[in-house]
């Protein structure tokens, strides 16, 4: 399978369950799009936020990708750990 395109981005929200906002941030993948896939294939990802937000803020990444020749976008929604 061929991942065409990945967009990942960071979001929080406040700790009592605020709506999540996306926080400016620059992300990277390793490897870069497009990417052949297989079962056991990992995509690491890293962002630098531009700013550090609450210290008791709910946090998240969340990632769309695109898969060669459909129109479907998958998400992944993953809660960082705080």
């Known amino acids: 399978m061929l991942v065409e395109t990945i967009v990942v ?3 929080t929200a406040a700790a009592d369950g605020s709506t999540w906002t996306t926080v400016p941030a620059l992300c990277s993948t390793t490897p870069a ?3 052949r896939i297989a079962t056991s294939t990992r995509i690491a990802y890293e962002c630098l936020p531009s700013s550090a937000g609450p210290t008791d803020a709910r946090r ?6 695109t898969i060669a020749g459909s129109d479907e976008v998958f998400r992944i929604v993953s809660e960082i750990p705080g």
């Open 60 to 65: 998240r990444v969340v990632v769309l990708a």
């Open 33 to 35: 799009p497009p990417v």
């Open 9 to 11: 981005s960071l979001e």
